[in-house]
């Protein structure tokens, strides 16, 4: 019986229970029971916060909504900028609860509810007010059903005079001057929806629906990478794809789909899947090629294969189809020069080196050493990228936003498809750099030097402080590599 009371009290630092069964919990449990419950009770207090951001949102995303059948421009693009405010805000705090004691379940749900709030309110917008493209969509998938190959003619052309009508046909921009650019994938999938119906409610859920399984094969990617599932949040609540998607429905949702299922098939180990949804969001728009040195595997022929296999067999079936040949490329050459990209005068990069003085082939020959400066890098990084999921995600997004930066395109959609990445790489930087682009909708030429410096100049100075810590020990070391 001593025995057992010396191991009592052995045990209990010297204090021994009054009576069994009763035990008297030490002060570090104490401690550590007080500490849990402040834990919680920031996090609820940090949710609650996060849960007021989602109704700001929502609340703005109403007041834009009303700017849009109003017609008031500058109305739309303050509430997105305040969208963008909030979201920040918002994507600060999701952050640091992923690092609390909380419901996931509870966190997820409340973010998905905010989401289909948000793009339930883009759906009941003008279908004309940020873009007429949608209707392009709808008349080739229209001209399709027709039997009818639509790299062939303008809309204006007499031949389809039958397919003509007073809800469509008007909106459709260069309707008399230029065919469709749309690539091979887009308008297949075009002709699928516009079987369902023929209007701007179907293309736009058809759409709302490639991002939805963007949504899927992304919160896949994430938990593959071991990041907290509630990362999704960083695309689901971002104002730029909510008004360009569930309002716009732009073709970037497909890109965005099949972008982020190649990436999932890859880390999958899908080689051929992989090539081949590379092969059709390539074939949706070009710039997700630039995301084939992070699917390739050294000394793997299947992805490749899978993708040249896709190309070849589009662009084959259109280009024969009617006799097409060499005008399955559509408007893409005239849009090319159009945009002042055949010779750098629309590129933010190169017009900034004209506007500083130098002369115009030494600003193109300068825009293109930055270019295969930093994708060079970036390729190269990836083609010896090890295995670790995270650093190969962080690569794709590097490869799609200097993408982006490097082609500064005129219109915000097409940003829509880095958003997809910050999930990933939630930067200030990427968040302001997808945010900004609104002020394209206001300002009289996007294409402009002053238009450059806003979107890209801030970007440039955030994301220069954001990698301070790494470059700096590299800059006094007298190398960076």
């Not at 919160?219 to 569930?246: D, F, T």
Request: a positive charge; one cysteine or more.
């Amino acid at each position: 019986m001593k025995h057992d009371l010396a191991s009592a009290e052995a045990f209990s630092g010297g204090a021994v229970p009054a009576s069994p069964g009763k035990t008297r919990p030490s002060r570090e449990a104490e401690a550590s029971v007080r500490f849990d419950r402040l834990g919680r009770s920031f996090g609820t207090k940090v949710f609650a916060a996060f849960c007021v951001c989602g109704a700001a949102l929502v609340f703005l995303s109403l007041l834009a909504r009303r700017a849009q059948w109003a017609d008031d421009f500058n109305l739309f693009v303050s509430a997105a900028y305040a969208q963008g405010l909030v979201y920040a805000f918002g994507a600060f705090l999701l952050l640091r609860i992923e690092k609390l004691d909380f419901d996931r379940r509870v966190l997820v749900a409340t973010i998905v509810a905010a989401a289909v709030i948000l793009r339930l309110v883009a759906l009941a917008t003008p279908p004309n007010f940020l873009s007429t493209d949608v209707y392009r969509y709808i008349w080739d998938g229209r001209v399709q059903g027709a039997g009818i190959n639509p790299y062939l003619h303008v809309p204006a052309d007499p031949a389809l005079i039958s397919l003509r009508d007073t809800a469509v046909y008007p909106h459709i921009n260069r309707l008399d001057r230029a065919p469709t650019i749309y690539a091979p994938f887009a308008q297949l999938v075009f002709f699928v929806i516009t079987r369902f119906a023929d209007n701007v409610t179907a293309m736009r859920l058809g759409m709302l629906g490639f991002e939805a399984a963007a949504v899927v094969a992304l919160a896949a990617l994430v938990k593959r990478c071991g990041l907290p599932v509630e990362r999704i949040g960083l695309y689901l609540l971002h104002p730029l794809p909510v008004w360009e998607i569930a309002c716009g429905a732009h073709v970037d949702a497909l890109m965005m789909a099949a972008s982020v299922a190649a990436l999932l098939a890859a880390t999958a180990g899908r080689r051929g899947l992989a090539g081949a949804l590379l092969g059709a969001a390539t074939l949706t728009k070009f710039l997700p090629l630039v995301l084939a040195p992070v699917l390739y595997r050294r000394w793997d022929w299947r992805m490749p294969t899978a993708f040249l296999a896709t190309l070849l067999a589009l662009y084959g079936a259109y280009s024969l189809w009617g006799g097409a040949g060499w005008r399955v490329l559509g408007f893409l050459p005239g849009y090319v020069s159009e945009e002042g990209l055949a010779r750098a005068t629309g590129i933010f990069i190169a017009a900034l080196l004209r506007q500083l003085g130098v002369a115009p082939l030494a600003a193109e020959l300068g825009f293109a050493a930055i270019a295969v400066g930093v994708l060079g890098t970036l390729t190269v990084k990836s083609l010896f990228r090890g295995r670790d999921l995270r650093a190969t995600m962080i690569l794709a997004a590097s490869l799609a936003v200097a993408t982006i930066v490097l082609i500064s395109p005129h219109y915000p959609w097409y940003f829509c498809w880095i958003v997809a990445f910050i999930p990933f790489l939630p930067r200030l930087s990427l968040i302001y750099l997808t945010v900004s682009v609104f002020y394209i909708y206001v300002t009289e030429d996007p294409a402009s030097v002053w238009t450059g410096l806003v979107i890209y100049g801030p970007f440039l100075a955030l994301l220069a402080f954001e990698q301070r810590r790494r470059l700096w020990p590299r800059l006094q070391a007298g190398a960076i590599p």
